[in-house]
Structure formats: C-alpha cells, structure tokens
C-alpha cells in the first residue's frame, strides 16, 4: 500500500468516543473517497457523504463495499448550499473540511 | 465558512451534534520508523495560505458559538499518522495533495538517509495533531 493513513485508527476510536453514530443519520462533510466513512457507516443507519471533487466521490462510490450500498450515499454538493431538508441529520461531521 | 455552518445547523434535528475534526498548523514532525524505533528527519512546512485558513475556521466556529447557534461539550486532539514504505512514494503523495504545506529538500534528504542506513523495514511517517470537537445544535435560536 503506497500510502497508509492512521493504521493505528486513532481517528475513528476518537469519534466513536466523541459521536453518538449508533443508527443516526449522519451527513459528512469533505468525505474525498471515503477514507472515513467506512469506519463508522457499519454503525449508523443512513450515511450521505459530500464534497467538492468529483474524482474522490468517484472512487468512493466505486469502493463502496457491497454490505454498505443500502445506507451510505455521496453526491457533489457545496456546505454553503446543502441540498438537504431542514432537520435532516443527528449527527454532521465536518471532515478535515472546515 | 460561517455560511457552512448556518446550513450545518439548518439541517440537524434539535439537539443534533457537529464534529469538527481538522489538522492543526505546527509544521508536522517527519519521521522514520523502524520498529519501536523512531527517528526525527525533519519537518513538513505548513505555508501562510494553511495558517490563514486555520485562523478563519477558528473565528468562524467561534463566531457560531457566539451567536448561540452551538454549545461546544468537548475540544481534544489526537496523533494521526499517515505511513509510505519508500520516500519516493511519499514525495508522489505530497505533490498530488499538499496543497498549503510542503517538505523541505533538506526534510527529504535526511528521510533519504536515515531509511537507507535502516534497510526494507525503514518506514516513513508524518506525524500530526488533529484537533475534535464536539458541539451541540442548541433548541432556540433567536439570530436565525
């Protein structure tokens, strides 16, 4: 693997401290390819990730893993214009995105 | 910035929860790992544009909380390492992704020697600060 981000999994042992991801509806911010998401999605009930580079939510539809297709979702999208409902989310993380 | 953050809190339920996760600037430590060993090579250098854009999302969180928008419950930070097996490989990663930082010919040298004086098991690693917090979508809000 060229490049291995945080083997130790610090990240998402923080969040699972941190969030209350246990089957919310969860919208992260600047997902790229999903380096994150597919640490807690397993857990929530419904995942939309979003961010502003095409390429990245290409691969991460791609590397979508089958047991996940159902509950997590990427669309192109802007934070300044979230094409979502009011009241939409329990939980937003913002990912190395603010 | 402040604009996300009006929409973050537009689309949560009453009571919902942000989590800001984020790298702090501090110029990250390079450093070469051979088993339990690590080896300090240099630093990757965060430039102006990173620095600014950090200080921005600060006054911007601060200003969300300020207007009562969100309680802040918890503000802590982690290590987070990101690992190549050859500096050729983390000098491809950093071209193609660092955008406000960069590492120093002299970072790159350094690196250079000390994973060819430590053989196939020489890893090499940047070693950063993420900050996390945790804010609350409070009730009522009278600014909106």
Redesign the interface.
């Given at each position: 693997m060229p490049t291995e981000h945080d083997p130790e999994q610090t990240e998402i042992k923080y969040l699972q401290d941190t969030a209350n991801l246990a089957k919310a509806h969860v919208l992260e911010i600047g997902c790229g390819e999903g380096r994150l998401t597919w640490r807690y999605a397993e857990v929530a009930r419904y995942v939309v990730g979003i961010d502003l580079k095409p390429k990245q939510l290409t691969v991460a539809s791609q590397e979508c893993p089958p047991a996940l297709r159902s509950t997590v979702a990427f669309s192109l999208a802007n934070a300044e214009t979230l094409p979502f409902p009011r009241e939409s989310f329990d939980l937003v993380i913002l990912a190395w995105s603010l | 910035?402040v604009?996300?953050?009006k929409?973050?809190w537009?689309?949560?339920?009453?009571n919902?929860?942000?989590?800001?996760?984020?790298?702090i600037s501090e110029n990250a430590p390079i450093e070469v790992v051979v088993g339990d060993q690590v080896l300090f090579a240099g630093r990757r250098i965060d430039c102006v544009e990173g620095i600014a854009d950090d200080i921005a999302?600060n006054e911007?969180?601060e200003s969300a909380v300020g207007s009562g928008w969100f309680v802040q419950e918890?503000a802590?930070s982690?290590?987070?390492?990101?690992?190549?097996?050859t500096l050729a490989?983390m000098k491809?990663?950093a071209e193609e992704n660092y955008t406000s930082s960069y590492i120093p010919e002299e970072a790159f040298i350094e690196t250079h020697r000390l994973m060819a004086e430590n053989g196939k098991e020489a890893k090499v690693r940047i070693h950063r600060t993420?900050s996390?917090s945790?804010y609350r979508k409070r009730f009522f809000n009278l600014h909106l």
């Open positions: - | 910035m604009h996300a953050l929409e973050v537009r689309v949560l339920v009453p919902g929860q942000v989590i800001d996760l984020r790298p999302a911007a969180i918890y802590g982690f290590k987070y390492n990101t690992y190549w097996n490989e491809i990663y993420i996390i945790q």
